[in-house]
């Protein structure tokens, strides 16, 4: 399974990014995680097949999961940025029947990231 990311970026706070993953299909659940400097990885946001979705208490209300299907394609619009969403975010996927989560172990399938800064 492949997985690639697009459309990190510089933006300043208050601003907005919406990012890209396309994969090669077959995923049962997929998510975005982050990972920042001196910080351990972090769930963002979650969505199952049936388009149910999970958010980390950090960004609910300002980022949004979404996919197309006929794409292979999940996305990622992040609203109201602040500094403190500054890191690298990794798009994973999972093949497996397993419950939603957004713990980066439960993911096989990693893109190789895609650096968001966001400036105060």
């Known amino acids: 399974v492949q997985v690639v990311e697009f459309g990190g970026g510089s933006v300043q706070a208050g601003g907005s990014l919406r990012l890209s993953c396309v994969h090669s299909?077959?995923?049962?659940?997929m998510a975005w995680l982050r990972h920042a400097p001196g910080k351990g990885r972090e769930g963002v946001a979650g969505?199952?097949?049936?388009?149910?979705?999970t958010y980390a208490d950090s960004v609910k209300g300002r980022f949004t999961i979404s996919k197309d299907n006929a794409k292979n394609t999940l996305y990622l619009q992040m609203d109201s940025l602040k500094p403190e969403d500054t890191a690298m975010y990794y798009c994973?996927?999972?093949?497996?029947?397993?419950?939603?989560?957004?713990?980066?172990?439960?993911?096989?399938?990693w893109g190789q990231g895609t650096q968001v800064t966001v400036s105060s």
């Open positions: 299909g077959g995923a049962y659940n």
């Open positions: 994973a996927v999972d093949e497996r029947v397993l419950s939603l989560t957004l713990i980066d172990e439960m993911y096989k399938y």
């Open positions: 969505m199952r097949h049936d388009r149910r979705t």
